[in-house]
């Protein structure tokens, strides 16, 4: 008996392997040393400055580039805010910090930025690139995988299998290291002196107790696959559903990277070059209807009224080309494009000459109406009423070509209230009399201005001019006719009438 036991035990423990628990990974910090591994770090920096969330600038990948090389390159003890104003923003050896916080303004938005990155699950197997608050030096992470649990020993192992089995029997204490054989009759144990006994008391239970037993089993296992069967569908659902919404998101960010794109390339022409883009805002205090020579200098009348008049009176813009200012300028700060502001009657020829302009207004600005007059639409005034011309000839029907007025047009004795509809100007040209890019967005009223402006600033409304646009428009010259309904003084979504690229 003896012997079959200690020969049963050591066949269960001989095949008893060394386990270990489920595996799991976690990020740890992590040095770059070899040419692979730093390669690996290069190919996830061009990953994040593709994204949406870098792309679009070009301070953050410039800084993040940077410091990133020169953490590879060993020079991570040289990555200070001064060397960085220095190397990636152009700023003079010993320009204050303190009042120019470019570095510690753009390191903060790169810090949101890659959070929001790795925040994505998508991103979830990537090397992690982070910028620590109060450092510039970043700091990269990978996956490693980590054990859970230690090596099981033989022994101890067996002696838990035999545990284990004896719990999941409890209708026959039996160790399953040993086979338990009936004794013969009048023989006693003398291992057991009770056993007699036991065995009887067992002899009307050991049955009932074994049917209760397969019972709660099988209801167990009916439980747990019915279980199991509803976290595969329900994981198979949300897996689909989670794919469904990562192919729409990519979608978006890639049409989104498309609108972005075409606006980016609408302005390249202002913001291609050095030279200082000049915005030219329309005056609407001011009588420009015989400002229509470009040669003419531009007469500025003696100051004779009263100072409190010329606070209340001179220098008004409306508040609608503030706004188109203000959408425009945003577009330019995002490149780091210069720019300056100047009333139209402040602008000089010469200045205009000097780089690309963008006018705002259309019958307030004298800039404007002297430089549509050669474009195929234009403005002028007729009969009372505040027209866009188109000065290209149609056929009417004796074969004559026709030109001049349109139905785009406002009464000048509209009282504003009534006013429901405004037509505007957008264009996008080389002047040949100032020999710079010039970009116009013009109204007949005010509320026409801002819907010009808003086509032009908008990705979404500027997709909805190019959509019938030729492919190779970037090289091309381009003008449009708008029209915006008002309601309440606010101006609609523009809506495109006519247009031509030349």
Not at 44 to 73: G, I, M, N
Not at 104 to 113: C, F, L, M, P, Y
């Amino acid at each position: 008996m003896e012997s079959n036991q200690k020969t049963t035990a050591e066949t269960n423990a001989a095949v008893v392997r060394p386990t270990y628990g489920p595996g799991r990974l976690t990020y740890e910090p992590w040095q770059p040393q070899s040419g692979d591994d730093k390669a690996a770090v290069r190919a996830q920096l061009d990953l994040l400055l593709v994204h949406s969330l870098f792309f679009q600038s070009k301070r953050y990948p410039a800084l993040l580039r940077f410091v990133v090389e020169q953490t590879l390159e060993g020079n991570a003890d040289q990555v200070k805010e001064r060397l960085i104003g220095m190397e990636v923003f152009g700023r003079a050896p010993g320009y204050d910090a303190n009042a120019d916080p470019v570095v510690r303004v753009t390191a903060g938005e790169i810090r949101k930025r890659l959070a929001q990155y790795y925040y994505d699950p998508a991103h979830g197997e990537e090397i992690r690139i982070e910028l620590p608050t109060g450092s510039y030096v970043p700091v990269f992470q990978k996956i490693v995988p980590v054990e859970t649990d230690a090596p099981v020993d033989a022994k101890e192992g067996a002696e838990g299998l035999a545990a284990e089995s004896s719990l999941r029997s409890p209708a026959l204490n039996v160790s399953p290291l040993v086979r338990q054989e009936p004794l013969a009759a009048g023989r006693q144990d003398t291992q057991h002196p009770d056993a007699e006994h036991v065995g009887a008391g067992r002899v009307g239970t050991g049955p009932q107790r074994a049917g209760h037993s397969t019972s709660s089993v099988l209801v167990i296992n009916f439980l747990l696959a019915a279980l199991a069967l509803s976290l595969g569908l329900a994981g198979g659902y949300w897996l689909h559903a989670y794919r469904q919404s990562q192919v729409k998101v990519s979608a978006n960010e890639a049409a989104g990277r498309a609108a972005n794109q075409a606006l980016d390339d609408f302005w390249a022409p202002m913001t291609a070059g050095p030279a200082t883009v000049t915005f030219c805002l329309g005056e609407p205090a001011r009588d420009s209807s015989g400002d229509t020579d470009p040669a003419q200098t531009i007469q500025h009348p003696k100051l004779t009224e009263p100072l409190y008049f010329r606070l209340r009176q001179s220098g008004l813009f409306a508040l609608a080309d503030v706004v188109t200012l203000t959408r425009m300028s945003a577009i330019l700060q995002r490149q780091e494009k210069s720019f300056r502001v100047s009333a139209a009657s402040e602008a000089s020829f010469a200045q205009l000459r000097e780089g690309p302009a963008v006018l705002i207004g259309a019958y307030d600005n004298l800039w404007t109406m002297r430089l549509t007059r050669d474009l195929r639409f234009g403005f002028d005034s007729i009969d009372g009423n505040a027209f866009i011309l188109d000065r290209k000839p149609k056929q009417d029907g004796q074969g004559a070509g026709k030109q001049g007025k349109t139905e785009w047009f406002t009464a000048w004795d509209q009282p504003y209230e009534k006013l429901a509809r405004d037509y505007a100007i957008v264009a996008r040209y080389h002047d040949s009399m100032t020999g710079q890019p010039v970009v116009i967005a013009a109204g007949i009223s005010e509320e026409g201005t801002e819907a010009a402006g808003e086509l032009i600033s908008n990705p979404a409304d500027l997709a909805n001019l190019l959509e019938k646009a030729p492919a190779n428009w970037r090289t091309m010259n381009m003008e449009a006719v708008i029209e915006t309904q008002v309601i309440d003084g606010h101006a609609g979504p523009p809506q495109v009438r006519a247009f031509t690229f030349w």
